[in-house]
């Protein structure tokens, strides 16, 4: 395992060649007091017994899909089901539970690593063998620049994304007093084993409205029947950008204590925000802190979860002569 730190002005961040996983981030607060504000581990070992997902690249289908079952070309393919009876997040070992190849990229204006995967045709079931690609680089602005690209030698699907959980207080409580803002009027809403059901509802007059800003927890006990199906918000929102390939605001997040802030433009055209919900205190993690329930939030940018289900989403097929190309960007500010 190698580790990689980049600094760029007053911003580092730390990452790892297992799950190509983002350790740390260390961005200072509006006294330029620096905090680290994502959750994780000390040790590798701890990655490796229990992480749920901190920090990671996940693929090869990051998000669900119904019963690890889709059909692509006339043949129907079984992925592990590794959620109940759904596949989820790449499987029993998707991407974030291997070890990546880094090279570190050589700009002094812009320090940066990239990480390679070679994933075998039929790991975990998904058909064709993938080259997998991801760069971290960050700008003196503060902002980390996560690009993906993959390619494959047989028609397949493919979702990267990355799982950092954050918290901006850099601290030991939940983030359900961080403001928010998601650019998207519509999310797809889930059944019970938080599969979408192809229905893309309005946002309007709904705890889901994050158009302007909210606390994350100002609606989140609300008694509204997809907040209490995923215990919370683990919903996938439809970018208003959707159909458009350019890098665009998705979300902006305000911690008001600190004056921390998180910017995240993306190209893809879904945001998976993840209040937490499974954290539930029994995960001690860095520097000896519980991570209790809501600790941390996510902002998982995707294509739509279960997408190879619903020929009506925006499709996650990648074909031998096509490559696989994204881009976030997460900038750490303050106000
Ligand atoms: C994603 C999923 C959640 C949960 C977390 C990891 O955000 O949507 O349901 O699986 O990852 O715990």
Same mark, same amino acid.
């Given at each position: 395992?190698?580790?990689?730190?980049?600094?760029?002005?007053?911003?580092?961040?730390?990452?790892?060649?297992?799950?190509?996983?983002?350790?740390?981030?260390?961005?200072?607060?509006?006294?330029?007091?620096?905090?680290?504000?994502?959750?994780?581990?000390?040790?590798?070992?701890?990655?490796?017994?229990?992480?749920?997902?901190?920090?990671?690249?996940?693929?090869?289908?990051?998000?669900?899909?119904?019963?690890?079952?889709?059909?692509?070309?006339?043949?129907?393919?079984?992925?592990?089901?590794?959620?109940?009876?759904?596949?989820?997040?790449?499987?029993?070992?998707?991407?974030?539970?291997?070890?990546?190849?880094?090279?570190?990229?050589?700009?002094?204006?812009?320090?940066?690593?990239?990480?390679?995967?070679?994933?075998? &045709?039929?790991?975990?079931?998904?058909?064709?063998? $993938?080259? #997998? @690609? =991801?760069?971290?680089?960050? /700008? %003196?602005?503060?902002?980390?620049?996560?690009?993906?690209?993959?390619?494959?030698?047989?028609?397949?699907?493919?979702?990267?994304?990355?799982?950092?959980?954050?918290?901006?207080?850099?601290?030991?409580?939940?983030?359900?007093?961080?403001?928010?803002?998601?650019?998207?009027?519509?999310?797809?809403?889930?059944?019970?084993?938080?599969?979408?059901?192809?229905?893309?509802?309005?946002?309007?007059?709904?705890?889901?409205?994050?158009?302007?800003?909210?606390?994350?927890?100002?609606?989140?006990?609300?008694?509204?029947?997809?907040?209490?199906?995923?215990?919370?918000?683990?919903?996938?929102?439809?970018? &208003?950008?959707?159909?458009?390939?350019?890098?665009? $605001?998705? #979300? @902006? =997040?305000?911690?008001?204590? /600190? %004056?921390?802030?998180?910017?995240?433009?993306?190209?893809?055209?879904?945001?998976?925000?993840?209040?937490?919900?499974?954290?539930?205190?029994?995960?001690?993690?860095?520097?000896?802190?519980?991570?209790?329930?809501?600790?941390?939030?996510?902002?998982?940018?995707?294509?739509?979860?279960?997408?190879?289900?619903?020929?009506?989403?925006?499709?996650?097929?990648?074909?031998?002569?096509?490559?696989?190309?994204?881009?976030?960007?997460?900038?750490?500010?303050?106000?």
């Amino acid at each position: 395992m190698q580790a990689f730190v980049l600094r760029n002005g007053d911003v580092e961040v730390e990452a790892i060649t297992y799950g190509a996983i983002i350790t740390r981030v260390l961005a200072p607060d509006r006294r330029g007091e620096p905090g680290d504000v994502v959750l994780g581990f000390d040790t590798l070992d701890e990655y490796l017994e229990h992480s749920p997902y901190f920090g990671a690249v996940v693929g090869r289908y990051a998000n669900r899909i119904a019963h690890g079952r889709f059909a692509l070309d006339g043949v129907t393919y079984q992925l592990a089901c590794n959620d109940g009876a759904n596949h989820l997040h790449g499987g029993v070992r998707g991407f974030d539970k291997v070890l990546w190849t880094a090279t570190p990229l050589s700009d002094d204006a812009m320090p940066g690593v990239t990480f390679l995967y070679d994933s075998a &045709d039929g790991d975990e079931g998904y058909p064709g063998t $993938l080259s #997998a @690609r =991801v760069t971290y680089r960050l /700008s %003196g602005d503060g902002a980390l620049h996560v690009r993906y690209h993959a390619t494959t030698d047989r028609a397949t699907i493919v979702n990267l994304t990355q799982h950092s959980y954050f918290n901006l207080a850099a601290g030991e409580g939940n983030v359900l007093g961080h403001q928010v803002v998601v650019n998207a009027s519509r999310f797809t809403p889930v059944d019970a084993g938080l599969i979408p059901t192809g229905e893309l509802r309005l946002v309007e007059g709904t705890p889901f409205d994050f158009r302007t800003p909210a606390a994350l927890g100002a609606r989140i006990d609300e008694p509204d029947g997809q907040l209490e199906t995923a215990g919370g918000y683990d919903h996938n929102f439809v970018l &208003d950008s959707v159909g458009d390939r350019a890098l665009v $605001l998705a #979300a @902006r =997040v305000v911690e008001p204590m /600190s %004056g921390r802030t998180l910017e995240l433009r993306t190209t893809e055209p879904g945001l998976q925000l993840y209040s937490g919900n499974f954290l539930d205190g029994s995960i001690i993690g860095k520097g000896g802190r519980r991570y209790a329930h809501r600790s941390g939030f996510c902002l998982e940018t995707q294509h739509f979860p279960d997408s190879p289900n619903h020929p009506e989403f925006p499709s996650a097929v990648l074909r031998p002569d096509g490559q696989y190309e994204s881009e976030s960007v997460f900038v750490f500010g303050v106000t």
